[in-house]
């Protein structure tokens, strides 16, 4: 019994380092998480916040940045498209070209922007729901473990104590 006893402490000893192990591995990538949230929180990713994102992440702000810049100039041309298509904007357009082509042009270049901001606005809430959903799935996995090692600390604690009864009784014999 004493042996068998002692087999099983090793075993819940090493599965306790495991989950140990598992878990700074967890809360580091759910930090890394927030922190990546954080930075592309209003859908711009700024030279200043690259350099403070955290290294585990950077393939996925470097493949955000590309995604986002593609929709949201792609959502721009369709929304500038749509918007010309318009008789009312085109007989604005109209007016506005003849009285002043500069202004026209600043017009078009503005209307551009704020459809490109809205879109990045949009990918941010995007990515930041995906963020969401990855960090509820990574605290579930979190409880998951301390919970387990919760029940192999109780576990360890019952057979530390069976096993110094054990010796008590053979060396009480």
Same mark, same amino acid.
């Given at each position: 019994m004493l %042996? #068998?006893?002692?087999? &099983?402490? #090793?075993q819940l000893i090493q599965r306790r380092s495991e989950c140990q192990s598992k878990l700074r591995r967890?809360?580091?990538e759910i930090t890394d998480l927030k922190r990546y949230a954080e930075h592309i929180a209003d859908g711009k990713v700024s030279l200043?916040?690259?350099?403070?994102?955290?290294?585990?992440?950077?393939? &996925?702000?470097?493949m955000f940045m590309q995604t986002s810049s593609i929709f949201c100039q792609q959502s721009a041309t369709n929304q500038?498209?749509?918007?010309?298509?318009?008789?009312n904007y085109q007989q604005m357009i109209m007016q506005q070209s003849q009285q002043n082509p500069q202004a026209q042009q600043a017009y078009m270049a503005m209307m551009y922007e704020n459809f490109y901001n809205e879109a990045q606005k949009q990918f941010a809430q995007y990515e930041a729901e995906l963020l969401h959903d990855k960090e509820s799935e990574m605290?579930?996995? &979190?409880t998951s473990v301390q919970t387990e %090692?919760?029940?192999?600390?109780?576990? %360890?604690?019952q057979l530390r104590e069976q096993r110094k009864q054990d010796v008590q009784e053979l060396y009480s014999a």
């Amino acid at each position: 019994m004493l %042996l #068998s006893n002692h087999m &099983r402490i #090793s075993q819940l000893i090493q599965r306790r380092s495991e989950c140990q192990s598992k878990l700074r591995r967890m809360n580091v990538e759910i930090t890394d998480l927030k922190r990546y949230a954080e930075h592309i929180a209003d859908g711009k990713v700024s030279l200043f916040e690259m350099f403070r994102t955290p290294t585990s992440m950077f393939n &996925r702000q470097m493949m955000f940045m590309q995604t986002s810049s593609i929709f949201c100039q792609q959502s721009a041309t369709n929304q500038m498209n749509y918007m010309m298509a318009q008789p009312n904007y085109q007989q604005m357009i109209m007016q506005q070209s003849q009285q002043n082509p500069q202004a026209q042009q600043a017009y078009m270049a503005m209307m551009y922007e704020n459809f490109y901001n809205e879109a990045q606005k949009q990918f941010a809430q995007y990515e930041a729901e995906l963020l969401h959903d990855k960090e509820s799935e990574m605290e579930q996995e &979190r409880t998951s473990v301390q919970t387990e %090692l919760e029940m192999i600390d109780a576990e %360890l604690k019952q057979l530390r104590e069976q096993r110094k009864q054990d010796v008590q009784e053979l060396y009480s014999a």
